[in-house]
């Protein structure tokens, strides 16, 4: 019988004192109030850790460099308490025969209830032997473990749209996950790679409740995919005041302005990277001086340079753009500095005629 995650932190002689700390934290992460704590707590006493068997096609494992990275929760407490992580070719010991037969334990005794989590993508061109796991194609062992799986977790952009490994020409035919496995539920969270919190918090969300969480249109979750960077960015009063970096390194880029018209893609990419950041929420590339590229979005990669300027955003009003709003802030502030030099002038002609 597996253990349930409580059973596992009381062995590692954790408090029921901190345990529900670590409850009310978890709530904190998953964007929900202080009343779900029990709902949290009650699901982690009495549910068995869930098996996940992590599968990696075509990727460059930045997926898995961020997953371990995360600090809420920690990633060692997600995968050593949290859940059963069962597969992994990256962070197993077991290798080989040994590795592959763990599958089929799994596939065995749990059969219909474990989580499938893909980093990267199956190549289609050439029977898929760009990719070979184990002495086959990828797309064999995906289809495979995918057909006796729960739900699907697709990591990264690489899983969830296809990625550099798509780009235009694509010789290896890459495939997003969703376009080869149809008949299962599949939650994307994409990123090149995802924020580590945001990993961790689908996974969590997903054991505490058992179900997956609530998707956008694409197949992302709301919780962490529903607004734009651009919305929560501390640099979007700068948008909107019309003060934008015009190139790096000038004197807008030293006084923060706004990224846009040097190739900021916040106004079109959703992801939480402007609220939750990275690294222990220490920052993101925006507050690092260079402009989103957009990478949790479907295509970024085939839309021209990271630099090249979006061209039709209005975000003033239906006959604005960045360029009105900004000369027209640079003419009220001429036309206020004006109006205040005529009516100093004024003042002082009077103040004359008094004496």
């Known amino acids: 019988m597996t253990e349930t995650f409580y059973e596992v932190m009381r062995r590692q002689g954790i408090t029921r004192r901190s345990f529900l700390k670590y409850c009310s934290l978890t709530a904190a992460a998953l964007g929900l109030g202080p009343s779900f704590v ?180 694409q197949g992302r979750p709301k919780m962490f995919y529903s607004q734009r960077i651009h919305d929560k960015c501390y640099r979007r009063p700068h948008f909107d005041a019309g003060q934008f970096v015009e190139s790096f390194d000038d004197e807008g880029a030293r006084k923060g302005y706004c990224l846009y018209k040097v190739g900021c893609k916040g106004p079109t990419t959703y992801n939480a990277c402007s609220t939750t950041r990275w690294n222990e929420g220490t920052s993101f590339p925006i507050q690092s001086g260079h402009g989103c590229i957009g990478c949790s979005e479907d295509g970024f990669w085939d839309k021209g340079s990271f630099y090249d300027r979006l061209t039709d955003i209005n975000q003033f009003g239906i006959e604005s753009n960045a360029d009105k709003v900004g000369a027209t802030a640079a003419g009220v502030v001429g036309a206020a500095v004006a109006a205040h030099a005529a009516v100093s002038a004024v003042k002082r002609a009077q103040h004359k005629g008094d004496e």
Not at 182 to 198: F, N, Q, S
């Open 38 to 217: 029990p709902t949290i707590a009650h699901a982690m006493e009495s549910k068995p850790r869930t098996p996940v068997l992590w599968l990696h096609g075509l990727e460059c494992t930045c997926c898995s460099e961020s997953f371990i990275r995360s600090a809420h929760p920690l990633a060692k407490d997600v995968v050593l308490s949290m859940i059963s992580l069962d597969y992994d070719d990256t962070l197993m010991a077991a290798a080989g025969h040994q590795a592959e037969a763990i599958i089929e334990e799994i596939i065995r005794d749990y059969d219909g209830n474990y989580i499938l989590a893909v980093e990267g993508n199956p190549p289609l061109n050439q029977d898929g032997m760009s990719c070979i796991i184990g002495g086959k194609p990828f797309m064999e062992q995906l289809k495979y473990v995918a057909k006796h799986s729960k739900a699907i977790i697709s990591w990264g952009s690489c899983a969830s749209w296809g990625c550099v490994q798509a780009a235009h020409p694509n010789p290896t035919q890459a495939t997003p996950v969703h376009k080869v496995i149809h008949d299962k539920p599949i939650i994307k969270v994409p990123g090149c790679p995802p924020i580590a919190e945001v990993m961790t918090g689908v996974i969590t969300y997903m054991l505490t409740f058992d179900r997956i969480p609530e998707l956008d249109r």
